[in-house]
């Protein structure tokens, strides 16, 4: 049976983690590429029925995946998973030996492109380097999915990836399969269910608990290390309700939206840039351990 008509698995239904990033890729489009519509030339209408065909067109494995997202990631959820991980006294471990660990992760690899997670993060950090950005948007590319380590700590893959969205006020419908959303406890609570819920308007998204996941996760591993465009990339690449829809502005700050502008650079990197070209890792690494060591101690707590 192919990875894609596989049925789903009640406890980790995506065959691999790239299930969910392909799903991404499909339901947007690399504005860049010459078969992508522009996104201004898309009306309300035409956007809602495509919207609907990406959910219709999803493998088994990805709908399953979501409907257990959304139905596990409540506010009192996200808050216990910050309790149980940010104290960050698991172990500690250089960048290398943690892209390392990460590259243990054995789910089926993905069919689409056949990398491994480390090759996947050489790669992503190659194509930012390749477009001359500054060297800590290199780091930022090779550091920013480590946090998928959690799937090693035993963590489902709902509560480990996929797109995040603020907990604690009312779930956006621009979230992909929002109907899921009917099983949340949260959207039977009417403190929860208003705009701003337990926020104040414009507070800022450090105030927010977004779903918890693989991006807060890294994001506090490094964040002492990084510039603040690097701890935002970090921080809110997988929160397309934000950087791809425009959603919850009401929830943001001004630094936030000045923000917004890197964390949209970094998106194309994180999405696009998969291809079946292997990065040669030994050849790679010196260039990498000094990137690391110019920003990183030699061991960091996770
Ligand atoms: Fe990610
Ligand atoms: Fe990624």
Redesign the pocket.
């Known amino acids: 049976m192919k990875a894609s008509e596989a049925q789903p698995n009640s406890h980790s239904p995506l065959a691999h983690l790239e299930e969910w990033e392909d799903f991404l890729k499909e339901r947007y489009p690399d504005p860049a590429s010459a078969t992508a519509k522009p996104f201004q030339a898309i009306d309300a209408n035409k956007q809602k029925e495509e919207f609907r065909n990406y959910e219709a067109d999803a493998r088994p494995t990805v709908r399953e995946f979501y409907r257990q997202n959304h139905r596990h990631q409540t506010y009192e959820f996200a808050q216990a998973k910050r309790r149980e991980f940010l104290s960050l006294n698991r172990r500690q471990m250089s960048i290398w030996e943690a892209m390392e660990y990460l590259n243990t992760l054995v789910d089926e690899s993905d069919p689409d492109t056949d990398l491994s997670q480390l090759e996947h993060l050489l790669q992503t950090a190659e194509h930012i380097r390749a477009d001359g950005q500054p060297r800590w948007f290199i780091l930022a590319g090779m550091v920013?999915?480590l946090g998928k380590m959690l799937c090693l700590w035993g963590e489902p893959q709902w509560a480990v990836?996929g797109d995040t969205f603020p907990t604690g006020c009312r779930h956006s419908d621009k979230i992909v399969f929002p109907q899921f959303f009917a099983d949340n406890l949260d959207s039977q609570n009417p403190r929860y269910q208003t705009d701003l819920g337990v926020y104040e308007e414009g507070c800022g998204l450090d105030q927010v608990q977004l779903s918890w996941g693989?991006?807060e996760y890294i994001y506090h591993v490094t964040k002492d290390y990084l510039p603040e465009e690097a701890r935002y990339m970090l921080r809110y690449?997988?929160f397309y309700p934000w950087h791809r829809e425009g959603e919850y502005h009401r929830l943001t700050n001004a630094h936030d939206r000045d923000m917004l502008l890197w964390v949209q650079k970094f998106n194309p990197y994180?999405l696009y840039t998969k291809s079946h070209a292997k990065p040669d890792v030994k050849a790679l690494r010196p260039f990498y351990e000094d990137l690391i060591a110019e920003y990183f101690p030699a061991k960091l707590n996770w």
């Open positions: 920013h999915d990836v693989h991006d690449h997988s994180d």
